[in-house]
């Protein structure tokens, strides 16, 4: 995946996914926010929550520098301040706070407030366990922020038909795509929120420009991202989530049919010839 994002079509989709993420996480407050994997991508730099952390895979960038490592509480955690480590390759690899597997996070139930997980499903081994894990460290009203290649759009089926030449003994050829993980569709994604209690509060597609390995031929293609919304949406190279976590509060149904009795059962107020009010449970 990192040498991937290295090159034309990589750096194009980093730049939108930056863009959406930006917007999305600007306004989000907080306390605690964490940034799973990908550290191409400055996730929270938007974000104003006090406590914001970079979590790297280790099964992800073999890459990424791990000066002064000590294991604590299951997590690998870093002495050395964060920054921006130079990388030999085009991009640069911002370091992590903390190493951990994403299908055991180590933070406590209900903690964290905000998580970004920018093709972190695709890397995992066990996608929807890791889904589940960051369901269980978010708050109510907490907020996750995912995206994925979409299977379903041109550079999926270009990855598909490159496959399909390999399997059948073809010229050896570059795939299009990053070659490990597992691409999650769009819309499998949003049953797996649903099922989890999430709640879609933002789902768009972009990079609708041809699979193309050029810059320039990318470049002339731009006029595409602004029809492609309108004329083939599910097209996009990407998707981009936005969930909420719904905790649905109780309604204590005993109270209100008591309360409900004692209203029936209070006596009316009857007028007399008088026009006066009495009781009517004493004689006139």
């Known amino acids: 995946m990192t040498h991937w994002l290295e090159t034309p079509p990589g750096r194009y989709l980093l730049d939108w996914e930056q863009a959406r993420v930006d917007e999305a996480v600007a306004d989000l407050f907080g306390f605690h926010a964490l940034q799973l994997g990908l550290p191409q991508i400055d996730a929270l730099r938007c974000n104003r929550m006090p406590q914001r952390w970079l979590a790297g895979l280790p099964s992800g960038d073999p890459a990424l520098p791990r000066p002064g490592i000590e294991r604590q509480s299951g997590a690998i955690m870093l002495d050395t301040p964060d920054g921006t480590v130079a990388n030999p390759g085009l991009l640069s690899l911002r370091q992590p706070s903390l190493f951990c597997e994403p299908e055991a996070l180590p933070f406590e139930d209900r903690s964290l407030d905000l998580v970004v997980m920018p093709h ?71 049953d797996w929120l649903r099922l989890l209690g999430m709640e879609l509060e933002i789902g768009r597609l972009g990079c609708y420009r041809p699979p193309l390995l050029s810059p320039r031929w990318l470049a002339r293609f731009g006029w595409m991202e602004s029809v492609g919304g309108r004329w083939w949406p599910v097209l996009g190279a990407v998707y981009f989530v936005v969930a909420v976590k719904r905790v649905r509060g109780m309604r204590l149904i005993g109270l209100a049919r008591n309360e409900r009795k004692a209203k029936q059962a209070a006596p009316a ?7 006066r009010a009495s009781d009517p449970r004493r004689p006139s």
């Not at 050829?173 to 819309?187: A, H, N, V």
């Not at 107020?269 to 026009?275: H, K, M």
């Open 269 to 275: 107020a009857v007028a007399n010839r008088q026009g």
């Open 120 to 190: 972190t499903l695709e890397m995992a081994a066990d996608a929807h366990r890791t889904l589940a894990e960051v369901a269980r460290v978010l708050r109510p009203e907490g907020r996750v922020v995912i995206s994925g290649l979409n299977p379903v759009s041109l550079w999926g089926l270009r990855q598909r038909g490159g496959r399909v030449r390999h399997w059948l003994g073809a010229r050896e050829r570059p795939l299009f795509l990053p070659s490990e993980g597992e691409f999650i569709g769009y819309w499998r994604l949003r």
